[in-house]
């Protein structure tokens, strides 16, 4: 039988950027197909639900903790580029950023963009991550599946039904194993150079070093959720130990031992406000688990 370590009653916390949430009742992190083929054989014999976790960089975990398996899937890493042909395949647990950079390395323009996400290349499909306009659909080929009921499956990109911060993934209880890239040739130094000055944009212009998830609420576009926040003096107003950042205003950090609950209720803070000055309704953009 092959070996894995599950572990019972782990914080969630340390497996989140907010670093907030309760106890997974299990938790494992395969680094190969064969660990997370046993999981998937080992929940069903089980019967327990299963919950799967990227880098933990758009997620809220309830503080009261999550049944069944969380299945993290961040050392699950690998990455084969070819030059000649511009086609990188891409396990799910590589980090976004190291993919970026391994991209400008090899010559290869398209995903200069990515690189301050700090996010899994599965949870960038799963959400069809973006920024500068970019976005992972874009550049994406085809993505390899695995259901909970063991089921292989290759999905193109037409079959995904991409929208902004959209694919039909969401919906769907599938573990993305993999992608499948195409960029295009270029000069090597000139998009290192570009992907560098968009890592010292993002530092510059967003909470880098803070405890945060990433943008909190999805652009009612053509508007932007952080102008909206802002022209309401919302900046640096807080809930218990969350709070809206000073320097990017759809940004909410864990100031202080923030709790679940003190980030749920900043948001429908900022929703009721924001509802009630313009009659916009501003969508989470972050996902929710254990509630």
Same mark, same amino acid.
């Given at each position: ?11 969630? $916390? ?48 309830? *503080? ?17 580029? *070819? ?20 991209? $400008? ?104 070093? $803070? ?46 031992? $923030? ?33």
């Amino acid at each position: 039988m092959h070996y894995i370590q599950l572990e019972k009653n782990i914080s969630l $916390a340390n497996f989140t950027t907010w670093r907030i949430g309760g106890p997974a009742e299990w938790i494992a992190q395969p680094k190969n197909i064969e660990e997370i083929q046993y999981l998937i054989n080992w929940i069903n014999k089980k019967k327990i639900r299963c919950n799967i976790i990227g880098a933990g960089s758009n997620l809220l975990i309830n *503080d009261k903790g999550v049944k069944g398996l969380s299945l993290c899937m961040r050392n699950f890493k690998g990455i084969k580029i *070819d030059k000649s042909t511009g086609i990188i395949e891409v396990f799910s647990g590589e980090m976004l950023p190291s993919l970026a950079r391994k991209a $400008a390395a090899s010559g290869l323009h398209g995903l200069e963009w990515a690189v301050g996400i700090p996010g899994t290349i599965g949870g960038a499909v799963v959400m069809n991550a973006g920024a500068q306009e970019h976005c992972i659909s874009s550049y994406l080929e085809s993505i390899t599946t695995l259901s909970l009921t063991g089921e292989y499956k290759i999905l193109k990109r037409k079959d995904l039904n991409f929208g902004y911060r959209y694919s039909l993934l969401q919906n769907e209880n599938l573990i993305v194993l993999s992608a499948r890239l195409k960029l295009e040739l270029g000069h090597a130094e000139k998009i290192r150079q570009i992907t560098n000055e968009n890592l010292n944009h993002r530092l510059k212009t967003q909470p880098y070093s $803070a405890q945060t998830c990433g943008s909190v609420f999805r652009n009612p576009e053509p508007l932007k959720a952080a102008k909206l926040i802002e022209e309401l003096g919302l900046k640096g107003f807080r809930c218990g130990g969350a709070e809206i950042s000073t320097i990017h205003s759809n940004f909410i950090i864990n100031a202080n031992k $923030a709790s679940s609950s003190d980030v749920k209720e900043l948001i429908k803070y900022i929703q009721k406000k924001v509802l009630d000055a313009y009659g916009i309704l501003l969508e989470t953009e972050v996902k929710q688990c254990g509630f």
